[in-house]
């Protein structure tokens, strides 16, 4: 198995679009607790055909990885995973999105990570 990383900021990759609420609240976290801004490191593992990509975080000097791997096109909720298991050693409350996806669109999102729809 090999595996691949890339880092970044928190600001380098374009998460346009896509939710940022654990991310943002482990940065706020990182800001008033004096703490260097969380370092984020995408890596990938190449799983048969296709690319497998995770996260880790380093804050306050510790490595945090997220708990699983997404497709390449959901590496953001990587970084939400990874920020969500920060907040969670440091005795944060998890922040909720103001509003989730509905179920149509989660459906799609599914669909197109999974290749077929959900119940069958």
Known sequence: MSTS???SN???QSTAGQPTVKQDALTN???SNGLRAPAWQVVSDRRGGRTAWSCT???AGAH???R???DG????????DAAEVALQRFGQQIPTPQSSPSTPQLQ???RAAYGRPVGI
């Open 10 to 12: 928190g600001s380098a």
């Open 57 to 59: 975080v380093q804050v």
């Open 29 to 31: 976290f990182c800001r």
């Open 64 to 66: 945090i990885g997220a």
């Open 68 to 70: 699983y791997w997404y």
């Open 5 to 7: 990383s890339t880092t």
């Open 73 to 80: 096109q959901y590496v953001n909720n990587a970084r939400e």
């Open 108 to 110: 799609q999102q599914q």
